[in-house]
């Protein structure tokens, strides 16, 4: 038995049950709040149940004395890995590696909450003029391969993998819900939206069980909130810093909101003498290095998740053209520290209500209209 499986255990059967209580939202998906502009909910009890999946913690967070939901929140654990299990291309008998192996010979049935993520992501490729693309697979694999090897690849290589990526590669038929890929070596990688994809599957069971109040956690970079927490309006969680990542530049109150974060300020190499993240842009083949993070705010985690990747390589102007037309979308852009060390984030489609910035990190009076 693994050790977060024997965790799991002594969860379920009571042992637990008291050590997962925090004071202050301490279990609040990691959320530190530092002195602010004004004072940000009070968090409350919480219990959280935790599991491995997709390289990533996954966490079911709920209010404080909700043992009767212990069962219905580890349902939504072993969906996780039921969605690793069909999502991950480093497994090869997961459905989207078969789906990779075979889908240039011949078109391909799949189950259809994947095809229709698939339709979405299509959608989003053409709504962003190509920075979200699930096909950057072939590049993906490249750059691993050069960081394994400390060098940068060739124009030339990077060229011939970009032959093979682009969104009008992938041929969906509806009527069949069928995929086929119209050249060869397409391969498609849902690592920029799988995590998001798989929060808002397990949040439709978790309201299907009646368990309507919750977060829900994929790794530090993707979040769902559903209803209230401790009557704050939402849930309070935190917006971390990307140079520091044991500090947090803020809170934000989310209700019925999702969130995602993109920014290379982990993985990343060097070669040469050169930083290279591991955020890709799927039109040029390079890593984008044009800001240290963005958090999207949505509807949905699938949706959060895609954006914040799509947004990190777009850049802030397009993507404030892009919250315009999509109300419902907000970001944040953290740009790199003035000189006072201070940052001044750009925010586009959000709430300043929402928002408890930390006034020594963040020049709050630039913020001020």
């Not at 890929?181 to 849902?190: A, E, K, R």
């Not at 803020?250 to 999702?258: E, F, M, N, R």
């Not at 928002?355 to 630039?366: G, P, V, Y």
Request: charge should be negative.
């Amino acid at each position: 038995m693994s050790e977060s499986d024997s965790h799991r255990r002594d969860f379920l059967t009571g042992k637990a049950l008291h050590q997962q209580v925090r004071r202050q939202g301490d279990a609040i998906a990691d959320s530190l709040i530092g002195h602010t502009q004004a004072s940000p909910p009070d968090g409350g009890d919480t219990l959280r149940l935790t599991t491995r999946a997709m390289a990533c913690d996954f966490s079911v967070i709920m209010n404080g004395g909700e043992h009767d939901n212990v069962w219905p929140a580890s349902a939504a654990l072993d969906l996780f890995h039921s969605l690793e299990q069909q999502l991950s291309v480093y497994r090869d008998d997961s459905e989207v590696s078969r789906l990779n192996a075979s889908a240039a010979d011949n078109a391909r049935h799949v189950e259809a909450r994947l095809f229709q993520l698939l339709v979405d992501s299509q959608q989003l490729a053409l709504e962003t003029e190509g920075a979200f693309d699930l096909t950057t697979n072939p590049l993906i694999e490249l750059w691993r391969t050069c960081r394994s090897e400390a060098r940068a690849p060739s124009d030339e290589e990077v060229t011939e993998r970009l032959q093979c990526v682009g969104m009008h590669h992938v041929a969906l038929d509806e009527n069949h819900q069928t995929v086929h890929f119209t050249h060869p070596g397409v391969s498609i990688n849902l690592g920029a939206i799988g995590k998001g994809y798989a929060l808002d599957q397990a949040a439709e069971l978790l309201a299907h069980e009646g368990l309507a109040v919750t977060l829900l956690h994929g790794g530090h970079s993707s979040l769902l909130a559903r209803g209230d927490h401790n009557r704050s309006g939402g849930w309070p969680v935190g917006i971390g810093n990307p140079l520091f990542t044991n500090q947090r530049l803020g809170t934000i109150v989310l209700k019925d909101q999702a969130m995602g974060t993109s920014g290379s300020n982990i993985q990343y190499f060097r070669a040469g003498g050169q930083r290279y993240g591991h955020i890709l842009d799927p039109r040029t083949g390079w890593p984008v290095e044009n800001t240290l993070s963005v958090t999207v705010v949505a509807p949905t985690a699938t949706l959060a998740d895609a954006l914040s990747t799509a947004f990190y390589v777009m850049g802030p102007a397009a993507a404030e053209v892009y919250c315009q037309h999509h109300p419902e979308v907000g970001a944040i852009f953290i740009p790199s520290p003035r000189r006072d060390r201070r940052v001044l984030p750009q925010i586009f489609g959000i709430d300043p209500q929402q928002l408890f910035w930390d006034a020594e990190q963040i020049a709050i009076e630039s913020l001020e209209p």
